[in-house]
């Protein structure tokens, strides 16, 4: 299974971040798995943004889940991340996991934020 995270490195602030990870070897609608984004600020440990389950049904941290969206698109099978009202403070790298206990990695993408 692998997973390949794209979108922008650089987003302006208060502007929308937009991520995609592409999944091969496994479907996003398989059986007990999830699929997440993962970050990890300068310095910082990781930080869990949100995920999406098997069945379309969306969690997200707290502390952003009123800027979160996670979504999938089944017909291609990559599910996405959109984070709205972005500060510098979201500048980060960050992964797409997946699998029935986050087995799957991608290599992580650098996000940058400008202020």
């Known amino acids: 299974v692998q997973l390949q995270e794209s979108g922008p490195g650089l987003v302006k602030s208060s502007q929308t971040l937009s991520l995609t990870c592409t999944v091969s070897?496994?479907?996003?609608?398989?059986?007990?798995?999830?699929w997440a984004w993962i970050r990890q600020s300068p310095g910082k440990g990781l930080e869990w943004v949100g995920e999406?389950?098997?069945?379309?049904?969306?969690y997200y941290s707290p502390s952003l889940a009123s800027r979160t969206t996670i979504a999938r698109d089944t017909s291609k099978n990559q599910f996405t991340l959109q984070l709205s009202s972005v500060t510098p403070e979201a500048t980060a790298v960050y992964y797409c996991?997946?699998?029935?206990?986050?087995?799957?990695w991608g290599q992580g993408t650098q996000v940058t934020v400008s202020s």
């Open positions: 070897g496994a479907s996003v609608t398989a059986t007990n798995y999830a």
């Open positions: 999406i389950s098997q069945r379309g049904i969306t």
């Open positions: 996991t997946g699998g029935e206990a986050y087995t799957y």
